[in-house]
Structure formats: C-alpha cells, structure tokens
C-alpha cells in the first residue's frame, strides 16, 4: 500500500524558513517522480514542485522559484521541500505526491505563515 | 506558460442529470490532461488521465474527452456521492499547472 506522510509543517513569521518532509512506502521510491502541491485555506490547488526520479531535474511553479528548493533522499525514501523568505500567501496545506501525473496523495501539513 | 482556465467556476446540477465541465490551455497539450475529483475536506482523487483513460476505480458514469486546447468532463448521471471540486491538470512539461476547479453541487 502506497503511504505518504508529510511532516514539518506549523507557524512561521513572514521571511522565515521551514522544511517540509514525506517519508514514502510502498512502492519503488527511487523510480518515481514527486511533486509538491499547496491549497491555500478555502482556494483551489496550486502544483509548486517536481523532481526526477533520480533528483537529477527539478521543476517549480514560478510563484516560489528561487526561495523554494526541492530535493530527495531516496536512501531514506524521503522527499524535501526548503521553503525560505516565506509570505503570508504561501499559507497552505502542502501536499506531497506521488509523480507529477498524481496517482497518489499524502494528507498534507499545514503551513501558517503569519506574525 | 501555459494557463489552464475552466468553466464554469460552480454548477447546481438535479441527481441524474448528465453535467459537463470545460477545461482550456492556453496552447496545445496533445492529451496530457487529468482530472481529479476533490471531495469536501477530503484529498484529490485521480479520475481521468490521459485526456479520456479512466482511472481504475472510477465509476464509468465519467468519462473525459479533447485534445489540443479544449476539454471535458462528463458526469453522465449525478450522484450525491459526487458533490465535489473538479480540477484539470496538463502534465506534458512543467510547471504542471492545475485548473481553478470547477464545484458541483446538488440542486
């Protein structure tokens, strides 16, 4: 059974940092691609960031290009998401999945960013 | 890049009416179109890939059709079960933008 499990998430203020984190099961990790992927409290979703399978290539949304940093250990079936200099609109669950066409979901952690 | 847009934004639609919802890219995407089904406080669900492929377990009252720039999603016979947001997404190249969503709800 295919298990996403986000962790990381809670309250930051504006211009501070936060590292998400999806331990993944069930299938084969390294083979996948992943992506992240927000939903503001009440709006529709928003895909942020992918990566490769290998980590080789990785992709964002323009919205957070540059203070946004995805990455994966697949040593440890783990995939990452840096966010830095964070804004009030970045507040939203955040959804680690699995590939970019999403054939699974994790629960999603939520992230508050506010003073 | 590409914009997805969809329309319309939320439909009130009677049990066993066929509903059809339209999803646009602003260039062509072949068939590299989803679409998920998000029930209220639930996660998305995968539907339909591939612009019209049927995700295994989806009831067949679905289906997808469209290539190119123009799409849609039929519900042949709403259900209760199927009160929720629509959203497409194209996944051919990044970023893998999704749609605004479409809410259905029943009359």
């Known amino acids: 059974e295919v298990q996403l499990l986000e962790s990381g998430g809670g309250l930051v203020q504006p211009g501070g940092s936060l590292r998400l984190s999806c331990a993944a099961s069930?299938?084969?990790?390294?083979?996948?691609?992943m992506s992240w992927v927000r939903q503001a409290p009440g709006k529709g979703l928003e895909w942020v960031s992918g990566?490769?399978?290998?980590?080789?290539?990785?992709f964002y949304a323009d919205s957070v290009k540059g203070r946004f940093t995805i990455s994966r250990d697949n040593s440890k079936n783990t995939l990452y998401l840096q966010m830095k200099s964070l804004r009030a609109e970045d507040t939203a669950v955040y959804f680690c999945?699995?590939?970019?066409?999403?054939?699974?979901w994790g629960q999603g952690t939520l992230v508050t960013v506010s003073s | 890049d590409i914009q997805m847009t969809q329309s319309p934004s939320s439909l009130s639609a009677s049990v066993g009416d066929r509903v059809t919802i339209t999803c646009r890219a602003s260039?062509?995407?072949?068939?590299?179109l989803a679409w998920y089904q998000q029930k209220p406080g639930k996660v998305p669900e995968l539907l339909i890939f591939?612009?019209?492929t049927l995700q295994s377990g989806v009831p067949s009252r679905f289906s997808g059709s469209g290539s190119g720039t123009d799409f849609t999603l039929t519900i042949s016979s709403l259900q209760p079960e199927d009160v929720a947001t629509y959203y497409c997404?194209?996944?051919?190249?990044?970023?893998?933008?999704f749609g605004p969503g479409t809410k259905v709800d029943i009359k």
């Open positions: 260039q062509g995407i072949s068939n590299y």
């Open positions: 999945a699995k590939d970019v066409l999403i054939d699974y």
């Open positions: 591939a612009a019209s």
């Open positions: 997404q194209k996944y051919n190249t990044a970023p893998f933008t």
């Open positions: 990566i490769s399978g290998s980590g080789g290539n990785t």
């Open positions: 069930g299938f084969t990790f390294s083979s996948s691609a």
